[in-house]
């Protein structure tokens, strides 16, 4: 596959994910629990910022098998996606910060909750 066609196929898979966002099947929507705007939120989510919410869940090694099972994953999704503290959550990742340190992040309590041992 030539660089072109990987960019090419890159935009339409991300303009597939945007349109489904934006007109997503209603099932969808009730199975998730989530309004159309916050399946537009998640489903927009920056790459970097998925990367720092596994960062974080790493950090508080979590079970993620426990997670899933729990059914929080939506809710953990959604309440990265509306995070106030981006800067906070950079900054701390970015120093080595421990698990202790986190107070800040919205999913500590849940990240917690689903350790590992």
């Known amino acids: 596959m030539s660089f072109v ?5 890159h ?9 489904d966002a934006i007109n997503p099947d209603l099932n969808a929507v009730n199975e998730l629990h989530l309004t159309h705007g916050e399946m537009r939120k998640i489903a927009n989510m920056p790459a970097e910022q998925v ?24 809710e953990v999704a959604r309440r990265c996606a509306y995070c106030g503290e981006n800067s906070a959550c950079k900054s701390a990742l970015a120093k080595g910060a421990s698990a202790e340190d986190m107070a800040f ?7 917690r909750a689903h350790r590992n041992g």
Do not use: H, K
Request: hydrophobic share 40%; net charge negative; with cysteine.
């Open 105 to 111: 992040c919205p999913n500590a309590s849940t990240y």
């Open 11 to 19: 935009v339409r898979e991300q303009a597939r994910i945007e349109q």
């Open 5 to 9: 066609s990987e960019i090419v196929d």
């Open 51 to 74: 990367e720092r919410m596994e960062a974080m869940a790493g950090l508080f090694d979590v079970n993620v098998n426990s997670l899933r099972a729990s059914g929080e994953l939506v």
